[in-house]
Protein backbone atom coordinates (compact mmCIF):
# COMPACT_ATOMS: atom_id res chain seq x y z
CA UNK A 1 0.00 0.00 0.00
CA UNK A 2 1.04 3.48 -0.06
CA UNK A 3 3.27 4.56 2.01
CA UNK A 4 2.23 7.59 4.03
CA UNK A 5 4.39 10.47 5.36
CA UNK A 6 2.69 10.77 8.52
CA UNK A 7 2.59 8.69 11.78
CA UNK A 8 4.04 5.42 10.21
CA UNK A 9 7.22 7.45 8.81
CA UNK A 10 8.06 9.29 12.18
CA UNK A 11 7.56 6.34 14.37
CA UNK A 12 9.54 4.34 12.01
CA UNK A 13 12.37 6.57 12.10
CA UNK A 14 11.81 6.73 16.06
CA UNK A 15 12.20 2.28 16.09
CA UNK A 16 15.58 2.89 14.28
CA UNK A 17 16.73 5.51 15.68
CA UNK A 18 15.81 3.29 19.05
CA UNK A 19 17.52 0.08 17.49
CA UNK A 20 20.14 2.43 16.46
CA UNK A 21 22.16 2.15 19.66
CA UNK A 22 21.96 -1.19 20.26
CA UNK A 23 24.32 -4.31 19.96
CA UNK A 24 23.53 -6.18 17.16
CA UNK A 25 21.11 -9.55 18.34
CA UNK A 26 21.84 -13.07 17.59
CA UNK A 27 20.81 -14.92 14.91
CA UNK A 28 18.44 -16.70 17.50
CA UNK A 29 16.81 -14.09 18.47
CA UNK A 30 14.10 -11.96 16.60
CA UNK A 31 13.81 -8.18 17.08
CA UNK A 32 11.88 -7.38 19.70
CA UNK A 33 10.76 -3.89 18.19
CA UNK A 34 9.18 -4.06 14.80
CA UNK A 35 9.11 -1.86 11.65
CA UNK A 36 7.17 -3.55 9.18
CA UNK A 37 4.37 -6.09 8.93
CA UNK A 38 2.73 -8.52 6.88
CA UNK A 39 -0.79 -10.34 7.66
CA UNK A 40 1.07 -13.00 6.11
CA UNK A 41 3.11 -14.03 8.99
CA UNK A 42 6.03 -12.15 8.46
CA UNK A 43 8.02 -9.06 10.08
CA UNK A 44 10.29 -6.85 9.74
CA UNK A 45 12.86 -5.78 13.00
CA UNK A 46 14.13 -2.55 13.31
CA UNK A 47 17.11 -4.07 12.59
CA UNK A 48 16.38 -4.64 8.87
CA UNK A 49 16.02 -8.55 9.33
CA UNK A 50 13.10 -10.29 8.52
CA UNK A 51 11.18 -13.41 10.26
CA UNK A 52 8.51 -15.52 8.95
CA UNK A 53 6.51 -17.90 10.80
CA UNK A 54 3.16 -20.02 10.14
CA UNK A 55 2.80 -23.04 7.79
CA UNK A 56 5.06 -23.66 5.30
CA UNK A 57 4.29 -26.28 2.92
CA UNK A 58 4.90 -24.43 0.16
CA UNK A 59 8.05 -22.74 1.35
CA UNK A 60 7.10 -19.42 2.20
CA UNK A 61 8.64 -19.03 5.62
CA UNK A 62 12.05 -18.98 3.20
CA UNK A 63 14.31 -21.41 5.30
CA UNK A 64 14.42 -23.69 2.76
CA UNK A 65 12.26 -26.52 4.49
CA UNK A 66 8.40 -27.04 4.56
CA UNK A 67 8.65 -27.28 8.03
CA UNK A 68 6.08 -25.60 9.91
CA UNK A 69 6.37 -23.01 12.82
CA UNK A 70 4.36 -21.46 15.70
CA UNK A 71 7.39 -19.19 16.62
CA UNK A 72 9.20 -16.34 13.96
CA UNK A 73 11.90 -18.01 11.57
CA UNK A 74 14.81 -16.00 10.79
CA UNK A 75 15.00 -15.89 6.92
CA UNK A 76 18.81 -15.44 5.15
CA UNK A 77 18.93 -12.61 3.35
CA UNK A 78 22.34 -11.49 2.05
CA UNK A 79 21.38 -7.60 2.99
CA UNK A 80 18.86 -5.93 5.16
CA UNK A 81 15.34 -5.87 4.16
CA UNK A 82 12.64 -2.06 5.03
CA UNK A 83 9.40 -4.21 4.02
CA UNK A 84 7.90 -7.60 3.30
CA UNK A 85 4.64 -9.08 1.89
CA UNK A 86 3.45 -12.51 2.28
CA UNK A 87 0.72 -14.45 1.22
CA UNK A 88 1.54 -18.01 -0.35
CA UNK A 89 4.16 -16.40 -1.98
CA UNK A 90 6.73 -13.65 0.28
CA UNK A 91 8.70 -10.64 -0.87
CA UNK A 92 10.93 -8.52 0.60
CA UNK A 93 11.78 -5.46 -0.41
CA UNK A 94 15.81 -3.58 0.67
CA UNK A 95 16.01 -0.15 1.31
CA UNK A 96 18.47 -0.04 -2.28
CA UNK A 97 15.17 -0.65 -4.19
CA UNK A 98 15.51 -4.62 -4.77
CA UNK A 99 13.02 -7.34 -4.49
CA UNK A 100 13.75 -11.16 -3.21
CA UNK A 101 10.99 -14.27 -3.07
CA UNK A 102 10.61 -17.18 -1.76
CA UNK A 103 7.42 -19.66 -1.59
CA UNK A 104 4.72 -21.31 -3.78
CA UNK A 105 8.02 -23.41 -5.18
CA UNK A 106 8.42 -20.51 -7.20
CA UNK A 107 11.99 -19.63 -8.98
CA UNK A 108 12.55 -16.92 -11.57
CA UNK A 109 13.82 -18.18 -15.47
CA UNK A 110 13.34 -15.88 -18.35
CA UNK A 111 10.33 -14.43 -18.74
CA UNK A 112 8.29 -15.84 -15.81
CA UNK A 113 8.13 -17.60 -12.42
CA UNK A 114 7.94 -21.06 -12.55
CA UNK A 115 7.34 -24.06 -10.28
CA UNK A 116 10.77 -25.19 -8.77
CA UNK A 117 12.06 -27.33 -5.96
CA UNK A 118 14.22 -24.25 -5.48
CA UNK A 119 12.49 -23.29 -2.04
CA UNK A 120 14.96 -20.47 -0.75
CA UNK A 121 14.93 -16.52 -1.17
CA UNK A 122 16.00 -15.25 -4.97
CA UNK A 123 17.00 -12.04 -5.85
CA UNK A 124 14.61 -10.84 -8.75
CA UNK A 125 16.36 -9.53 -11.77
CA UNK A 126 19.07 -6.82 -11.60
CA UNK A 127 17.13 -5.22 -14.88
CA UNK A 128 14.12 -3.79 -12.56
CA UNK A 129 14.36 -0.45 -11.95
CA UNK A 130 14.46 0.61 -8.32
CA UNK A 131 11.65 -0.84 -6.44
CA UNK A 132 9.72 1.10 -4.34
CA UNK A 133 6.70 -1.10 -3.15
CA UNK A 134 6.08 -4.90 -3.34
CA UNK A 135 2.86 -7.14 -2.87
CA UNK A 136 2.25 -10.86 -3.62
CA UNK A 137 -0.78 -12.98 -4.44
CA UNK A 138 -0.85 -16.59 -5.24
CA UNK A 139 2.04 -17.36 -8.32
CA UNK A 140 1.86 -14.02 -8.54
CA UNK A 141 4.30 -11.14 -7.38
CA UNK A 142 3.45 -7.07 -8.10
CA UNK A 143 6.27 -4.61 -7.83
CA UNK A 144 5.95 -0.62 -8.25
CA UNK A 145 8.41 1.32 -9.45
CA UNK A 146 9.90 4.75 -8.18
CA UNK A 147 9.28 6.02 -11.85
CA UNK A 148 5.16 4.80 -11.41
CA UNK A 149 5.92 1.61 -13.69
CA UNK A 150 4.04 -1.75 -12.91
CA UNK A 151 5.83 -4.88 -13.09
CA UNK A 152 4.44 -8.65 -12.83
CA UNK A 153 6.17 -12.14 -12.28
CA UNK A 154 3.45 -15.18 -13.24
CA UNK A 155 3.92 -19.10 -12.71
CA UNK A 156 3.02 -18.61 -16.55
CA UNK A 157 3.86 -16.47 -19.53
CA UNK A 158 1.11 -14.24 -20.31
CA UNK A 159 1.63 -11.98 -23.57
CA UNK A 160 1.03 -8.74 -22.40
CA UNK A 161 3.46 -9.62 -19.19
CA UNK A 162 7.19 -9.33 -19.45
CA UNK A 163 10.00 -10.34 -17.07
CA UNK A 164 12.74 -7.75 -18.32
CA UNK A 165 10.83 -4.92 -18.43
CA UNK A 166 7.45 -2.89 -17.13
CA UNK A 167 3.58 -3.60 -17.92
CA UNK A 168 3.18 -1.86 -21.24
CA UNK A 169 0.49 1.18 -21.29
CA UNK A 170 1.13 1.80 -17.18
CA UNK A 171 1.97 4.77 -16.13
CA UNK A 172 1.87 6.89 -12.91
CA UNK A 173 1.35 3.95 -10.63
CA UNK A 174 1.21 5.29 -7.00
CA UNK A 175 0.00 2.09 -4.74
CA UNK A 176 -0.75 -1.98 -5.23
CA UNK A 177 -2.60 -4.09 -3.20
CA UNK A 178 -2.90 -8.05 -3.90
CA UNK A 179 -5.54 -10.54 -2.13
CA UNK A 180 -5.39 -14.28 -2.84
CA UNK A 181 -6.71 -14.45 -6.58
CA UNK A 182 -6.62 -10.36 -7.28
CA UNK A 183 -4.79 -6.84 -7.39
CA UNK A 184 -5.55 -3.49 -7.82
CA UNK A 185 -3.62 -0.46 -8.58
CA UNK A 186 -4.01 3.30 -8.11
CA UNK A 187 -3.08 5.97 -10.72
CA UNK A 188 -2.56 9.04 -11.64
CA UNK A 189 -1.81 8.91 -14.94
CA UNK A 190 -2.62 12.15 -17.46
CA UNK A 191 -3.44 13.99 -13.71
CA UNK A 192 -6.71 12.02 -12.99
CA UNK A 193 -6.82 9.32 -9.76
CA UNK A 194 -7.94 6.00 -10.94
CA UNK A 195 -8.11 2.54 -9.36
CA UNK A 196 -8.22 -0.71 -11.83
CA UNK A 197 -7.96 -4.49 -11.07
CA UNK A 198 -7.10 -7.41 -12.57
CA UNK A 199 -7.57 -11.25 -11.19
CA UNK A 200 -8.58 -14.99 -12.43
CA UNK A 201 -11.82 -13.64 -12.17
CA UNK A 202 -14.69 -11.75 -11.00
CA UNK A 203 -17.56 -13.42 -9.98
CA UNK A 204 -18.44 -11.10 -7.22
CA UNK A 205 -17.15 -7.84 -9.17
CA UNK A 206 -14.45 -7.54 -7.22
CA UNK A 207 -12.32 -6.41 -10.38
CA UNK A 208 -15.22 -3.43 -10.45
CA UNK A 209 -17.58 -3.89 -13.12
CA UNK A 210 -20.45 -6.76 -13.97
CA UNK A 211 -19.77 -9.59 -12.06
CA UNK A 212 -19.79 -12.97 -14.11
CA UNK A 213 -19.78 -16.75 -12.94
CA UNK A 214 -16.55 -18.37 -12.88
CA UNK A 215 -15.37 -19.94 -16.04
CA UNK A 216 -11.89 -21.33 -16.43
CA UNK A 217 -12.03 -19.62 -19.95
CA UNK A 218 -13.03 -16.64 -18.78
CA UNK A 219 -9.11 -14.72 -16.77
CA UNK A 220 -9.05 -11.38 -16.21
CA UNK A 221 -5.24 -12.06 -15.42
CA UNK A 222 -4.09 -9.44 -18.11
CA UNK A 223 -6.79 -7.53 -18.68
CA UNK A 224 -6.94 -4.38 -16.39
CA UNK A 225 -10.59 -3.07 -15.30
CA UNK A 226 -11.60 0.66 -14.43
CA UNK A 227 -13.38 0.30 -11.35
CA UNK A 228 -16.20 2.71 -11.47
CA UNK A 229 -14.96 4.98 -8.77
CA UNK A 230 -14.21 8.39 -8.54
CA UNK A 231 -10.97 10.27 -6.69
CA UNK A 232 -9.36 11.83 -5.85
CA UNK A 233 -8.30 8.29 -2.98
CA UNK A 234 -5.81 8.23 -0.01
CA UNK A 235 -5.59 4.35 -0.17
CA UNK A 236 -6.77 1.18 -1.65
CA UNK A 237 -6.86 -2.74 -0.63
CA UNK A 238 -7.84 -6.36 -2.03
CA UNK A 239 -8.45 -9.59 -0.24
CA UNK A 240 -10.45 -12.54 -0.70
CA UNK A 241 -12.80 -11.62 -3.44
CA UNK A 242 -13.16 -7.75 -2.07
CA UNK A 243 -11.78 -4.83 -2.92
CA UNK A 244 -12.17 -1.14 -1.29
CA UNK A 245 -10.68 2.36 -1.77
CA UNK A 246 -10.58 5.06 0.71
CA UNK A 247 -11.74 8.67 -0.69
CA UNK A 248 -10.67 12.02 -0.06
CA UNK A 249 -8.03 14.74 0.48
CA UNK A 250 -5.13 14.28 2.91
CA UNK A 251 -5.47 16.08 5.74
CA UNK A 252 -9.12 15.90 7.87
CA UNK A 253 -11.96 17.32 7.11
CA UNK A 254 -16.12 16.82 6.64
CA UNK A 255 -15.96 13.39 4.51
CA UNK A 256 -12.51 12.71 3.79
CA UNK A 257 -11.05 9.21 4.03
CA UNK A 258 -14.61 7.70 3.73
CA UNK A 259 -13.97 3.86 2.75
CA UNK A 260 -15.78 2.13 -0.50
CA UNK A 261 -15.65 -1.29 -0.91
CA UNK A 262 -16.71 -3.75 -3.89
CA UNK A 263 -16.75 -6.98 -4.60
CA UNK A 264 -18.39 -9.92 -1.94
CA UNK A 265 -19.82 -7.97 0.66
CA UNK A 266 -22.06 -8.72 3.83
CA UNK A 267 -24.26 -6.08 3.63
CA UNK A 268 -26.43 -6.57 7.03
CA UNK A 269 -27.49 -10.20 6.86
CA UNK A 270 -25.75 -12.81 9.21
CA UNK A 271 -24.28 -15.27 7.26
CA UNK A 272 -24.93 -14.12 3.87
CA UNK A 273 -21.62 -12.95 2.72
CA UNK A 274 -21.52 -13.74 -0.99
CA UNK A 275 -23.40 -10.78 -2.18
CA UNK A 276 -22.43 -9.52 -5.32
CA UNK A 277 -21.60 -5.84 -4.96
CA UNK A 278 -21.18 -4.47 -9.09
CA UNK A 279 -20.40 -1.33 -8.06
CA UNK A 280 -18.27 0.68 -4.76
CA UNK A 281 -20.20 1.52 -2.11
CA UNK A 282 -19.51 3.48 1.03
CA UNK A 283 -19.14 1.75 4.40
CA UNK A 284 -20.45 4.31 6.76
CA UNK A 285 -20.12 1.80 9.27
CA UNK A 286 -16.29 3.04 9.50
CA UNK A 287 -17.05 6.92 9.64
CA UNK A 288 -14.23 9.33 8.08
CA UNK A 289 -10.91 10.11 8.30
CA UNK A 290 -9.54 6.48 7.74
CA UNK A 291 -5.54 6.41 6.22
CA UNK A 292 -5.60 2.40 5.71
CA UNK A 293 -7.76 -0.15 4.97
CA UNK A 294 -7.24 -3.89 4.90
CA UNK A 295 -9.60 -6.89 4.60
CA UNK A 296 -9.81 -10.37 5.51
CA UNK A 297 -12.62 -13.05 4.36
CA UNK A 298 -16.08 -11.38 5.35
CA UNK A 299 -14.49 -8.31 7.51
CA UNK A 300 -13.09 -4.92 6.06
CA UNK A 301 -10.90 -3.27 9.02
CA UNK A 302 -9.82 0.30 8.38
CA UNK A 303 -7.18 2.71 10.48
CA UNK A 304 -8.03 6.13 11.44
CA UNK A 305 -4.81 9.10 11.71
CA UNK A 306 -4.58 8.82 15.40
CA UNK A 307 -4.04 5.13 15.39
CA UNK A 308 -7.51 3.37 16.53
CA UNK A 309 -8.93 0.65 14.24
CA UNK A 310 -12.21 -0.09 13.45
CA UNK A 311 -13.95 -3.27 11.88
CA UNK A 312 -17.07 -4.20 10.29
CA UNK A 313 -18.43 -7.64 8.80
CA UNK A 314 -20.58 -10.33 9.06
CA UNK A 315 -21.53 -11.02 12.64
CA UNK A 316 -21.55 -15.13 11.75
CA UNK A 317 -17.81 -14.36 11.27
CA UNK A 318 -16.65 -12.13 14.30
CA UNK A 319 -17.61 -12.73 17.65
CA UNK A 320 -16.65 -10.36 19.86
CA UNK A 321 -13.63 -11.12 22.90
CA UNK A 322 -16.68 -11.78 25.24
CA UNK A 323 -18.94 -14.35 22.86
CA UNK A 324 -21.03 -11.76 21.55
CA UNK A 325 -21.39 -11.53 17.98
CA UNK A 326 -20.41 -7.93 17.09
CA UNK A 327 -20.77 -6.08 12.88
CA UNK A 328 -18.37 -3.46 13.68
CA UNK A 329 -16.39 -1.46 16.17
CA UNK A 330 -13.35 -0.49 17.63
CA UNK A 331 -10.57 -2.98 18.16
CA UNK A 332 -10.18 -3.40 21.73
CA UNK A 333 -6.77 -3.96 23.95
CA UNK A 334 -4.37 -2.49 21.62
CA UNK A 335 -1.80 -0.55 24.02
CA UNK A 336 -0.56 2.05 21.17
CA UNK A 337 -1.44 3.94 18.39
CA UNK A 338 -1.86 1.31 14.97
CA UNK A 339 0.59 2.81 12.01
CA UNK A 340 0.47 0.55 9.77
CA UNK A 341 -2.37 -2.43 8.79
CA UNK A 342 -2.77 -4.99 6.95
CA UNK A 343 -5.16 -8.26 5.96
CA UNK A 344 -4.97 -11.59 3.97
CA UNK A 345 -7.79 -13.82 3.99
CA UNK A 346 -7.31 -15.72 7.10
CA UNK A 347 -6.69 -12.35 9.70
CA UNK A 348 -6.05 -9.25 9.98
CA UNK A 349 -2.60 -7.96 11.82
CA UNK A 350 -1.40 -4.09 13.02
CA UNK A 351 1.89 -2.38 14.04
CA UNK A 352 1.56 -0.35 16.46
CA UNK A 353 4.18 2.40 17.73
CA UNK A 354 6.05 0.82 20.07
CA UNK A 355 6.88 -1.60 17.98
CA UNK A 356 4.81 -3.98 18.83
CA UNK A 357 2.89 -6.77 15.93
CA UNK A 358 -1.07 -7.90 16.83
CA UNK A 359 -3.04 -9.53 15.24
CA UNK A 360 -6.53 -11.17 14.56
CA UNK A 361 -8.62 -13.95 12.92
CA UNK A 362 -7.33 -17.43 12.10
CA UNK A 363 -3.90 -18.42 13.28
CA UNK A 364 -1.23 -21.62 12.97
CA UNK A 365 -0.30 -23.23 16.73
CA UNK A 366 2.01 -26.12 16.98
CA UNK A 367 0.60 -29.59 16.88
CA UNK A 368 1.15 -33.22 16.21
CA UNK A 369 -1.03 -32.84 13.19
CA UNK A 370 1.44 -33.89 9.90
CA UNK A 371 1.05 -30.51 8.67
CA UNK A 372 2.94 -29.63 11.54
CA UNK A 373 0.17 -26.90 12.52
CA UNK A 374 -3.44 -26.12 13.40
CA UNK A 375 -5.84 -23.54 12.74
CA UNK A 376 -7.26 -21.85 15.57
CA UNK A 377 -9.02 -18.48 15.79
CA UNK A 378 -8.70 -15.42 17.92
CA UNK A 379 -11.13 -12.83 17.59
CA UNK A 380 -9.59 -10.14 20.38
CA UNK A 381 -6.19 -9.23 19.37
CA UNK A 382 -3.31 -10.91 20.25
CA UNK A 383 0.63 -9.63 20.65
CA UNK A 384 2.79 -11.79 18.27
CA UNK A 385 5.70 -12.89 20.74
CA UNK A 386 8.80 -13.60 19.50
CA UNK A 387 11.18 -15.53 21.25
CA UNK A 388 13.41 -14.16 24.06
CA UNK A 389 11.63 -11.04 24.50
CA UNK A 390 9.57 -9.65 26.50
Given at each position: MRALVTRWALAVALLD?????????SAAQPACRVKHISAGLCAVGVDNRVWCWGGNQNGRIGDGTRTSSAVPVLVSLPQGVSAVASDG????????GQVWCWGETLEYLP???RPSPVRGPRKLPSSLERVTGIDVMQLEVTAL???GALWLWRDAGVETISADGPVKGITGVR???AGSRHAC????????ESVQCWGEGNEYGQLGGRAQPPDP???FSDKLIAVPLAGPFRNIAAGWLTSCAIRGEAGPGPGQGTVWCWGALWLGQPGKLYVPQETPVPVGELGSDNVDVAIMRGVVCARKEEGTISCWGDPAIVPAADGALIGMGVVPGLPAPAIQLDGVQDRVCALLEDGS????GYFFEASPSDAGFATVSAWAAQRVHFPGCR
Open positions: ACGAGHPPENTCALTPGGDLTERSLALLSSAAGKRRDMWCW
